[in-house]
């Protein structure tokens, strides 16, 4: 299978829109005696997740309607997630799921300093007991001053944090951004924290895509909505992918359809690491719906196992009351965009050597 191919999980009588090109899986890797092999406690994971594979292919060659976890399996991506009934191991029981869970790796949680948490409590304050009522320009006056603060101190992260507080208060304060308007939503509520997040980096490049990422076949349509990648040399190379759906109210089948195309997106991403020999590579995965952010971790330590591993969630302020949320969003985005960092660190080490 192509690293970008993916099938579309509705049943076989609504596949009339299904993408040119895009064809069944009709083989399966067999592990070989040069395969790493996952094993916990003498079970061996990569044989039980590539049955897992092989039924989700049986059903898929039905014309039934796949999970998410078994539409990726197609492409040897395997979801893990804490909710059991949200992971490829539900499969296998709690008992399982648990032992599996405790042995994928987890990225280093990143705290913000003490005045993080400061700033929003008297943002809050300002903006619910303050008489009279302060207008934008008290607001904007005081994140000013936090920023220059967060300067002062050379707290990169904090400036981060002090940065999205400032560009998120005209908003918060009107609260009346549509949710079903993808571009607007996008506009007004996302662009300022992954641009901030990803795209003030002079490490990194990063790009409002929408178009095919490099290394798919032609007919295979992978676009996701932010991309944040490194160019050493001339080669262009994507490590962090997002999709975003703007509003929660929306299908199921779309919410798990951008999910698998997030997981095959940082598939196709980790094999042009891979073609780098990276030790240890990983690539990131953000997936917004609405308020609600998914952020997923992706490794290949066992071949051929693709683990799309659920690192952290968090929510988006809605309104200047809900501000004490930012917290947390960033701690997480700058905690994976450590991971994005130390990879393309790795990429320009193979082209300084090369």
């Known amino acids: 299978m192509s690293s970008g191919e993916y099938r579309s999980r509705r049943p076989k009588k ?31 994971w990569s044989e039980q997740l590539l049955k897992v594979r092989v039924e989700s292919e049986k059903k898929a060659k039905k014309g039934l309607n796949l999970p998410d976890f078994r539409e990726l399996s197609l492409n040897y991506v395997f979801l ?11 499969r296998f029981g709690s008992e399982s799921h648990e032992s599996v869970w405790g042995s994928l790796p987890l990225i280093n949680k990143l705290t913000l300093s003490a ?3 400061s700033w929003t409590k008297k943002m809050l304050n300002m903006a619910t007991t303050a008489t009279p009522k302060p207008n934008l320009r008290d607001f904007k006056k005081a994140t000013s001053k936090w920023m220059v603060e967060a300067c002062d101190d050379d707290d990169d992260e904090l400036l981060v944090f002090g940065d999205l507080l400032h560009r998120s208060v005209p908003r918060l304060l009107s609260a009346t951004i549509s949710e079903t308007v993808e571009d607007t939503f996008v506009y007004n509520t996302v662009s300022d924290m ?14 409002w895509v929408n178009k095919k990422l490099p290394d798919t076949e032609a ?3 992978m676009k ?15 490590l962090f992918s997002v999709e975003i759906k703007p509003s929660r109210r929306t299908s199921d089948d779309d919410i798990c359809e951008d999910r698998v195309k997030l997981g095959n997106q940082m598939k196709t991403m980790m094999q042009t690491l891979e073609s780098f020999h990276i030790e240890n590579a990983q690539t990131i995965g953000l997936l917004i719906q609405g308020y609600d952010c998914t952020l997923y971790l992706m490794d290949n330590v066992y071949k051929p196992i ?8 968090f929510s988006l302020p809605k ?36």
């Open 306 to 313: 693709y683990r799309m591993i659920e690192m952290y969630s």
């Open 80 to 90: 893990f997630s804490k909710i059991m009934n949200q992971s490829v191991t539900r």
């Open 194 to 207: 992954l641009n901030v997040v990803f795209g003030e980096d002079q490490k990194l490049l990063h790009e």
């Open 14 to 44: 609504q596949q009339g829109n299904q993408k040119k090109g895009v064809k069944p899986v009709t083989r399966t890797i067999a592990l070989t005696d040069s395969d790493a092999k996952w094993k916990i406690e003498g079970v061996n």
């Open 224 to 238: 996701p909505d932010f991309v944040a990648a490194t160019k050493p040399a001339k080669r262009t190379v994507y």
């Open 115 to 117: 005045k993080a948490a």
């Open 219 to 221: 007919n295979i349509t």
């Open 319 to 354: 309104t200047i009351e809900e501000i004490s949320v930012l917290e947390h969003a960033v701690e997480c985005l700058l905690s994976c965009k450590a991971v994005v960092e130390r990879n393309a660190n790795e990429v320009e080490k193979h082209f300084t050597f090369e």
